[in-house]
């Protein structure tokens, strides 16, 4: 069965520096690999996906995220975090049949 | 493009009552999802169409949860009785074959 780790409950970084959330998963075939991000009392918001080719994919807000096959992980990351960044960042993991499931989250939280 | 749209966006009732919650998703999205949401965990999947066929409802409570969709577009989940874990947002979401989920702003539900 497919399941989605996120490691880190909260994730603390200083604006400007760069941002790293994790994120392991566990399929039985091809992953496609999602990051989501959740503001206050709203629904989530699609950053960027991973179907097939470049390791390296690049999304909404300068947010990119690296697939590595060898260690099933799929980080989030971002060059330089604003405050406006902090949220609630899911991955999530579709195997087949479109059925995609989430995991826990991480609570970014970006000090000016 | 019109969003997911949801209602309501907030319910209270007591324990045993009933409760529905609509869903309108993206015209022309075949998929349709909905998930539980409990406070500080990711969204759980509890069913899934493809058109207004039932393609995954592996964890949904049958014994008080229901779900249809109706001419494959628009979808109504309802609870009856209510328990008191049900309290929860109740996030709708659709997708086309590209993968990625667009989800509503939610229906929070609290149940007394």
């Known amino acids: 069965a497919q399941s989605v780790a996120q490691p880190e409950d909260q994730v603390n970084v200083a604006e400007g520096n760069p941002l790293t959330v994790k994120c392991t998963y566990s399929?039985?075939?091809?992953?496609?690999l999602f990051w989501y991000v959740q503001y206050p009392n709203r629904g989530l918001q699609f950053l960027l996906k991973y179907i097939t080719g470049d390791n390296l994919v690049k999304g909404s807000y300068g947010f990119e995220a690296e697939f590595n096959k060898s260690q099933t992980s799929f980080h989030l990351k971002k060059p330089s975090a604003l405050v406006s960044d902090s949220a609630l960042y899911f991955c999530a993991v579709r195997e087949g049949g479109f059925k995609t499931i989430f995991g826990a989250g991480t609570r970014l939280f970006v000090k000016a | 493009e019109a969003g997911v749209a949801q209602s309501p966006r907030y319910k209270i009732i007591e324990k045993r009552q009933s409760v529905a919650f609509w869903c309108n998703p993206i015209?022309?999205?075949?998929?349709l999802y909905w998930y539980q949401q409990i406070l500080g965990q990711g969204p759980k999947l509890l069913i899934q169409f493809q058109n207004n066929g039932v393609v995954d409802d592996s964890q949904l409570p049958k014994d008080r949860f229901s779900a249809e969709r109706l001419k494959g577009v628009d979808s109504t989940l309802k609870i009856q009785p209510a328990k008191l874990e049900d309290s929860a947002v109740y996030l709708c979401?659709?997708?086309?074959?590209?993968?990625?989920?667009?989800f509503g702003e939610g229906s929070r539900l609290t149940v007394l």
């Open positions: 399929v039985s075939g091809n992953p496609y």
């Open positions: 015209s022309g999205h075949a998929t």
């Open positions: 979401a659709s997708s086309s074959d590209t993968g990625e989920l667009f």
